[in-house]
């Protein structure tokens, strides 16, 4: 079975655009959850989509939103880039079969660079 | 609020050595707990979850972790340490409760010394 992937693995964008990352989960889970990763900050989790719907959400600002399709399929949407957006984003999938305790398969990443 | 917080941010071990890893925890409920190990330009792996079956967790790799409530901790250890185990380890807390919002710890990252 194919893992989580993520593209693209590598971005480079300046100050003031936006950004979209996408995220294709492990065949047949349904939960999709996304984590910012940067060396001051550590692991801060963003939001969760399960069923096209957003269960969770970190506190982060308005500009990063996401969305889940109806195959799973996820992206994440970052507006107004600002320097402290750089980062690697991680998108981890899961069957949430019992809640909390799911496995949760994270994917490699995408490294954003915001110049 | 859950926290998790990992006691030193930097372990040196020689090959072959104890491996230990600090972690503690708050949460006001019963807590899932994980360990996590990241390598180089990697996403993260599980190494082993709690869950409330048993207190005393077996992952792969080697490595195990003991859930000890009185302390609120879940340290990890392998007995013998390996090269290969050099990386940065994560250790996470989930409520479980409507939805999968993970909290991780700062992250340790493990040096194995010939």
């Known amino acids: 079975k194919a893992g989580v992937t993520q593209t693209p693995r590598y971005l480079i964008k300046t100050r003031g655009q936006q950004v979209t990352l996408s995220c294709s989960p492990i065949s047949g889970h349904r939960s999709v959850s996304w984590y910012q990763q940067t060396p001051g900050q550590g692991l801060q989790f963003l939001f969760e989509y399960f069923s096209e719907t957003q269960r969770n959400k970190g506190n982060f600002p308005g500009r990063f939103s996401g969305r889940q399709f109806s195959n799973s399929r996820s992206e994440m949407n970052v507006s107004t880039l600002e320097l402290g957006d750089s980062a690697l984003y991680l998108c981890?999938?899961?069957?949430?079969?019992?809640?909390?305790?799911?496995?949760?398969?994270f994917g490699p990443g995408t490294r954003l660079t915001v110049l | 609020a859950q926290s998790v917080t990992q006691l030193g941010s930097h372990v040196s071990v020689s090959e072959g050595a104890l491996v230990l890893l600090r972690c503690n925890y708050s949460?006001?409920?019963?807590?899932?707990l994980f360990w996590y190990v990241q390598y180089p330009n990697q996403g993260l792996q599980l190494l082993l979850k709690y869950t409330s079956a048993a207190t005393l967790v077996k992952g792969i790799n080697g490595f195990e972790a003991e859930f000890k409530k009185s302390e609120t901790s879940f340290h990890l250890t392998k007995p013998s340490a390996h090269m290969s185990d050099a990386a940065e380890y994560f250790c996470a807390v989930s409520d479980g409760t409507g939805g999968f919002k993970t909290i991780f710890g700062a992250g340790t990252r493990l040096f194995v010394k010939a």
């Open positions: 981890a999938s899961s069957t949430r079969e019992t809640g909390g305790t799911d496995t949760q398969y």
């Open positions: 949460s006001s409920v019963p807590p899932y």
